[in-house]
């Protein structure tokens, strides 16, 4: 069975400033993909950035990047040049690539971005 | 070009009751999935529908129930609500093909 692990609850981070939020997964699976979705109190999840099990160069997406180190099954995220909406929680997820392509959350990472 | 699509975006119930949440999936997208986030967790996978068939499930009872309709738009019923139901439910669209999952804004039940 899949799982990620998201180890910090809450993090603050000043404005302007790069922010690096942690994941680290498990799976026996060789194919699959790592997502990092944001989700403001409105509540819906924003994706951000992807990362397939196979991609050999590290994902960029604008201010985001991701991280990843597939010896270590780590995925982390990291937003550069902070800005006061990024304040929100961060979700990382994988998905397996057998099935449907349905998504294993993490538990959260909650995001305070200070002026 | 909309986004995926849910309703009603809160809803009150009682305990016992059924509910009908309703989503439309981003335009060009086949396959809608149902998540459910209690408050301060992520969301849980309870369902995926693919060409109007249930394709995976998660570990929820058989109290939760879906349904796909030939435009591809999908409903997520639930029968016996109990208080521990309310969540934010959440539809995401995709297609086979693509890596991303696309989210509405959810549906707040809450069950009293």
């Known amino acids: 069975a899949q799982k990620i692990t998201q180890t910090q609850p809450g993090m603050f981070v000043q404005e302007k400033e790069a922010v690096t939020l942690d994941c680290t997964y498990d799976?026996?699976?060789?194919?699959?993909?790592l997502f990092w979705y944001k989700q403001p109190s409105s509540g819906e999840m924003i994706f951000l950035i992807y990362?397939?099990?196979?991609?050999?160069q590290n994902a960029t997406e604008g201010r985001y990047s991701l991280n990843f180190q597939k010896a270590r099954k780590s995925a982390n995220l990291v937003i550069s040049a902070s800005q006061l909406g990024d304040s929100a929680m961060y979700f990382c997820?994988?998905?397996?690539?057998?099935?449907?392509?349905?998504?294993?959350f993490g538990s959260g990472t909650r995001l305070q971005v200070q002026p | 070009d909309a986004g995926v699509t849910q309703s009603p975006t809160h809803l009150i119930k009682t305990r016992g009751q059924q509910v009908t949440l309703r989503c439309s999936p981003k335009?060009?997208?086949?396959?809608v999935s149902w998540y459910q986030q209690a408050l301060g967790q992520g969301p849980q996978f309870i369902f995926q529908?693919?060409?109007?068939?249930?394709?995976q499930r998660g570990n929820f009872p058989d109290r939760f129930s879906g349904h796909q309709f030939p435009n591809y738009s999908s409903e997520l019923n639930v029968n016996a609500l109990l208080l521990g139901d309310s969540a934010l439910y959440l539809c995401?669209?995709?297609?086979?093909?693509?890596?991303?999952?696309?989210f509405g804004q959810g549906t707040r039940l809450t069950v009293v």
């Open positions: 995401a669209s995709s297609l086979v093909q693509t890596e991303s999952a696309f």
């Open positions: 799976t026996s699976d060789q194919s699959y993909g």
């Open positions: 990362q397939g099990s196979y991609d050999e």
């Open positions: 997820a994988m998905r397996e690539d057998t099935g449907r392509r349905a998504l294993t």
């Open positions: 335009s060009g997208h086949d396959t």
């Open positions: 529908y693919y060409e109007e068939e249930e394709r």
